[in-house]
């Protein structure tokens, strides 16, 4: 007999069993947090292309290349490693060629930067939307991708014709399939939603039948484990040919299906505990809660928002040169830089918006005449304050050739002077000198010196003009919505409210600032933080003159601009 029974064992929570048992050639999961959809689904689902296809090319898309390097790809690793038995130098490798009893993959691979190479000749290639071309232009026969509501659909079409795929594998139902998994896409926050429509590509009873031939097929490999156990050789004999034969109806029944659901965080229950779930309920906020861990719709009325301009309009993909990125590999420590950003010009200089609390955020633009872009969005949390903002500033502008930096800030940046605590020349002085008080070559200016009080009705009002695009004399305004990804995030769930001056007795429009309470971990992506640190670096004169001179209206906050 042989030294093991061909059986493998496989814990899931209920969704998870389904969706093994199911292997469809699309899978589209939506699921809260905590339901382990990197490290267990799919890590399990990309082993399964392995397994079924060896010597094959897969694709691995993030939204950005660096969430790919950074976040996605070390899960994945982790799940392979920490639950699925893989061994790094055993079962794969990263960023470097395979050792020499390495199966090849069928299609020749040139550069193994951003590759991760299995010992059955299968690789799996870094990609992301941000740079389409890297995958667009391969022949993959999988293509994975996590955190979909982050993906525009139509730059990922841009990706799909990608999945030729070698005809030695095509036996595989899994053969120029693809594997989608997200949390809840929040439309208020302008997240991509378009996989809530790939339900309707799901036929239920294809998926039945697939469902029902790999429980039949669970149930023939569990009593080969039995037999082989016993050590039954008749037995065991019948079952393999048993086996045999629902393979073949259970690879037919795989092929062509779709299969697509929404689950809740409640569905890894036995693993998470009832106390996570109350502390993700105390932590997140009822609202966020139903969004996040219950996978309830949440959506934001066009008039209940703050920027009520805001379209895609305001919003730029390309903004990655991918030769330079793709210089670095999955394990190099080397950090991105300037260097990277198509839109800004080195010799130019720049311009930031710094907002300080428990969280300082800060944007960097660059003013083109008629566009203005935000290209870069940078935050510290406590302890961490405007030192390793300045730090960090530092290391990503590092390239920039034109060292002069106008800084708008906040005017509380400066209201503890007197007290010695002046965060807006802090964040200046460790922008131009580094930790041994050696000069970088930056040279900032001061710009908010003086600045009084922009009330929430005079954002509003610049806001609502300048995403119009039609007033004359204002830039087209521009952000990218990778490196910015906080800032668009912050503008599009920030929520208008309407309270009454107590000095004057009139209604006047706000912003709603209670997000700004939440848990620290939570205030990069679901606060108004960042939107604050973009007033800053837009409410200036020469714009806001402008559009007092369109409706004949002074707004304040301008005393003592320089």
């Given at each position: 007999m042989k030294n093991d029974s061909n059986v493998e064992y496989r814990y899931g929570n209920p969704v998870k069993q389904i969706i093994d048992l199911t292997a469809p050639q699309h899978l589209r999961i939506i699921a809260g947090r905590g339901t382990t959809k990197t490290t267990d689904i799919l890590a399990d689902r990309s082993m399964d292309c392995v397994?079924?296809?060896?010597?094959?090319?897969?694709?691995?898309?993030?939204?950005?290349?660096?969430?790919?390097?950074?976040?996605?790809?070390?899960?994945?690793?982790?799940?392979?490693?920490?639950?699925?038995?893989?061994?790094?130098?055993?079962?794969?490798?990263?960023?470097?060629?395979?050792?020499?009893?390495?199966?090849?993959?069928?299609?020749?691979?040139?550069?193994?930067?951003?590759?991760?190479?299995?010992?059955?000749?299968?690789?799996?290639?870094?990609?992301?939307?941000?740079?389409?071309?890297?995958?667009?232009?391969?022949?993959?026969?999988?293509?994975?991708?996590?955190?979909?509501?982050?993906?525009?659909?139509?730059?990922?079409?841009?990706?799909?014709?990608?999945?030729?795929?070698?005809?030695?594998?095509?036996?595989?139902?899994?053969?120029?399939?693809?594997?989608?998994?997200?949390?809840?896409?929040?439309?208020?926050?302008?997240?991509?939603?378009?996989?809530?429509?790939?339900?309707?590509?799901?036929?239920?009873?294809?998926?039945?039948?697939?469902?029902?031939?790999?429980?039949?097929?669970?149930?023939?490999?569990?009593?080969?484990?039995?037999?082989?156990?016993?050590?039954?050789?008749?037995?065991?004999?019948?079952?393999?040919?048993?086996?045999?034969?629902?393979?073949?109806?259970?690879?037919?029944?795989?092929?062509?299906?779709?299969?697509?659901?929404?689950?809740?965080?409640?569905?890894?229950?036995?693993?998470?505990?009832?106390?996570?779930?109350?502390?993700?309920?105390?932590?997140?906020?009822?609202?966020?809660?139903?969004?996040?861990?219950?996978?309830?719709?949440?959506?934001?009325?066009?008039?209940?928002?703050?920027?009520?301009?805001?379209?895609?309009?305001?919003?730029?993909?390309?903004?990655?040169?991918?030769?330079?990125?793709?210089?670095?590999?999955?394990?190099?420590?080397?950090?991105?830089?300037?260097?990277?950003?198509?839109?800004?010009?080195?010799?130019?200089?720049?311009?930031?918006?710094?907002?300080?609390?428990?969280?300082?955020?800060?944007?960097?633009?660059?003013?083109?005449?008629?566009?203005?872009?935000?290209?870069k969005g940078l935050h510290t949390l406590v302890p961490k304050s405007s030192k390793e903002l300045g730090e960090a500033f530092v290391t990503f502008f590092g390239p920039h050739v034109n060292k002069r930096l106008d800084m708008y800030y906040d005017r509380s940046g400066n209201q503890y002077k007197s007290s010695g605590r002046d965060w807006a020349s802090e964040v200046k002085k460790h922008i131009e000198f580094d930790k041994n008080g050696h000069s970088t070559g930056w040279k900032v200016t001061l710009k908010s010196l003086g600045q009084a009080t922009i009330y929430h009705d005079d954002e509003f009002f610049l806001m609502k003009q300048l995403l119009s695009g039609n007033v004359p004399g204002l830039p087209q305004l521009l952000i990218d919505e990778y490196q910015c990804r906080e800032y668009k995030s912050s503008l599009e769930l920030s929520r208008i409210i309407v309270k009454k001056d107590t000095r004057t007795g009139s209604n006047r429009i706000h912003k709603d600032k209670t997000s700004e309470d939440l848990p620290l971990k939570k205030l990069p992506m679901q606060s108004t933080n960042f939107s604050d640190a973009g007033k800053y670096l837009l409410y200036r004169p020469k714009w806001v003159n402008i559009v007092k001179y369109s409706r004949e209206w002074l707004p304040t906050g301008l005393e003592g601009f320089n």
């Open positions: 397994y079924e296809m060896p010597r094959s090319v897969f694709g691995f898309a993030a939204d950005t290349f660096v969430n790919a390097k950074d976040k996605v790809i070390p899960k994945l690793v982790e799940g392979w490693r920490e639950y699925k038995g893989w061994i790094e130098g055993k079962h794969f490798v990263i960023d470097e060629r395979p050792p020499a009893h390495f199966d090849l993959p069928y299609t020749p691979i040139i550069r193994y930067k951003n590759t991760i190479s299995i010992y059955n000749g299968c690789i799996f290639k870094l990609g992301s939307l941000d740079q389409p071309s890297g995958l667009a232009g391969d022949s993959i026969q999988h293509l994975f991708g996590d955190e979909v509501k982050y993906f525009d659909k139509k730059v990922l079409d841009i990706i799909i014709p990608a999945l030729r795929g070698h005809s030695k594998v095509k036996h595989s139902p899994l053969w120029r399939g693809t594997t989608f998994t997200t949390d809840l896409p929040n439309i208020s926050k302008k997240n991509h939603d378009w996989i809530m429509e790939t339900r309707e590509n799901m036929d239920l009873e294809r998926v039945k039948i697939a469902f029902q031939a790999g429980c039949i097929l669970n149930e023939i490999n569990l009593k080969i484990k039995h037999a082989y156990d016993k050590r039954n050789k008749s037995a065991l004999k019948k079952l393999i040919k048993q086996r045999e034969r629902w393979m073949i109806r259970w690879y037919t029944a795989r092929k062509h299906t779709t299969f697509f659901m929404v689950v809740s965080s409640l569905v890894n229950l036995d693993i998470l505990t009832p106390d996570y779930i109350f502390d993700q309920l105390e932590n997140l906020g009822w609202e966020e809660f139903k969004q996040s861990v219950l996978s309830f719709k949440s959506a934001l009325e066009d008039g209940e928002k703050f920027y009520s301009g805001l379209g895609s309009q305001h919003f730029y993909s390309d903004g990655i040169l991918n030769e330079v990125v793709q210089q670095t590999g999955i394990k190099d420590a080397a950090p991105f830089t300037s260097e990277m950003l198509r839109y800004v010009d080195p010799h130019a200089p720049l311009e930031c918006g710094v907002d300080f609390g428990r969280m300082i955020s800060m944007l960097i633009g660059q003013d083109h005449g008629s566009k203005y872009r935000i290209a």
